[in-house]
């Protein structure tokens, strides 16, 4: 768009007239007189600025800190929090507890005072965490309290700019369909912010309910060994201080933190792109590894909700290993330890499918969910254990009911330090399980976009016309909706799933070639194979999305 029309500009001047934050109010002010004046470029600002608003999907909000409609600021907060007001009062939970915590990202503090102060103001029992606190603590505060909802103001690992807002239910998982849709007609009835109710005053939590879950999380360890030295990072995330009290109550002191990823930055200034999984996002964290000599390397993202684990290989060289590593391997342990007699373990259509071989053999219960830990922590009665490749680990489903990378974290260093009492490394455990499951190598393809219509094209066009053959082997295509938006690919070993992103602009493909490993001696034989596999694999998925 090059021109200014009188349609947008009177919303414009509509959403600036009904904004609660002068400053907000002053940044569209700038975006529509520049516009008024002719400038292109601001035109198209202020376009896509009020192309909103921000849809609320199962994920709540996430967006880039601007002015308007279609970015996260107060008055998007204030008008969200009304309809979420609305829905919780239409369930019949009017005037129940709900919990509000933040993390540290820029608006962060703003936005969690203004959903608070909304809630009070609408009669409801507004408990917020007295700092900025990981993730988990609001998952595990709304099961604790028996709350109505928890929202927990965050972006997770997203680039600097955004922020977010995630809603929990009353069972203390995040929301699902039609929950989404009913709360977005809510906000889209809800009136301008300027006429939404706040009322200041809401409770302030002391540290009771953090000394409450660091307890639960120093039960997590199933073995009595200690001796392992760890090296952290919290990518300038709120998890450091977290995650080395934790740490330390189960009784891993030896921990080595970041110094330069330590305290909260909202500008996340040593990475590029606050991710674990990002190429570079853990140099830092591994540089530190090999320096004091440590058995285990640990990278949380922002929020600390996700944990990646990295690990020596026979050479002394780090590596930081893959999401399905790091789930097969906490899975089985889970398996092996727990209690219960009829257990359930769970994990999502694009992760490994190693953790069903791995269930079998313990007799276990196995479930396969849509992505999301929304979906996987209702995967059924009995749920020790749930993982997804991007990271996610739930290992305290009893407490904690969404991915928690603090208690991850902790029981991956009971792993080590088990294995290391006997021995053995986390590598030796993989190759264990590859004997007696099967080489299972993963990756992704992704494919970034600036314009979201792009991914539905492209979905489009490999539904149309989709591949007969992938690594030189005969597919089958499965088209998953109405489920989901999502094409399963599968034949000679070989998987495909391609999707669209939920939280961010993306279409990705998860990869995954699987070979039977005959004996301990082929091992080393069929990991070539299949890694030679993959690499073909993975060029004709990128030739696909060409």
Known sequence: MSRLTPELRDRAMRWIADDVDAA??????????????????????????????????????????????????????????????????AHGKAGGIVVVGRDARHGSEEFATAAAEVLHAAGFDVRVLPRPLPTPLVAFA????????????????????????????????????????????????????????????????????????????????RSPHRGLRVAATALHGVGAEVLREALSRAGFADVHLVAEQSAPDADFPTVSFPNPEEPGATDLLLALAAEVDADLAIALDPDAD???????????????????????????????TTSNPDPLVATTIVSAAMLGDIARAHGARYAETLTGFKWLTRSGDGLVFAYEEALGLCVNPDFVRDKDGIAAATLACDVAAKLKAEGRSLLDELDRLAVAHGVYVTDQVSLRVTDLSVRG???????????????????????????????????????????????????????????PVPDEAALAEVRVDATSTMAALRADVEALLA
Request: with cysteine; hydrophobic share 40%; aromatic share 4%.
């Open 457 to 515: 094209q492209l979905m489009a066009r490999l539904r149309k016309s989709p591949p007969a053959e992938l690594a030189g082997a005969a597919v089958e295509v499965e088209d998953l909706l109405p489920q989901t938006d999502a094409l399963r690919i599968a034949g000679g070993g070989s998987r495909v799933v391609i999707r669209p992103s939920g939280t961010e602009p993306k279409l990705k493909c998860y990869l995954q070639v699987t070979r």
């Open 306 to 336: 996700r944990c990646a684990v990295g690990v020596p290989d026979a050479t002394g060289q780090w590596r930081m290993l893959r999401g399905d590593e790091t789930g097969v391997l906490l899975g089985d342990y889970v398996l092996s």
């Open 142 to 221: 709304t099961k604790h309290l028996g709350a109505a909802a928890g929202i927990q103001i965050t972006a997770s690992h997203n680039p600097p700019a955004d922020n977010g807002y995630k809603l929990y239910d009353d069972v203390a998982i995040q929301i699902v369909p039609p929950a989404d849709a009913e709360i977005e007609a809510a906000i889209a009835a809800a009136p301008g912010a300027i006429s939404v109710p706040r009322k200041p005053g809401a409770t302030v939590l002391g540290d009771e309910i953090l000394d409450e879950y660091l307890y639960r999380v120093s039960q997590v360890p």
């Open 24 to 89: 907000a109010r002053q940044e569209l002010q700038a975006v529509l007189a520049a516009a008024m004046n002719g400038a292109p470029d601001a035109v198209t600002d202020l376009d896509d600025r009020m192309a909103g608003p921000l849809e609320f999907g199962t994920a709540g909000l996430r967006g880039p800190v601007r002015a308007g409609p279609n970015g996260m600021n107060t008055a998007v907060v204030v008008r969200t929090t009304a309809g979420v007001a609305t829905w919780l009062t």
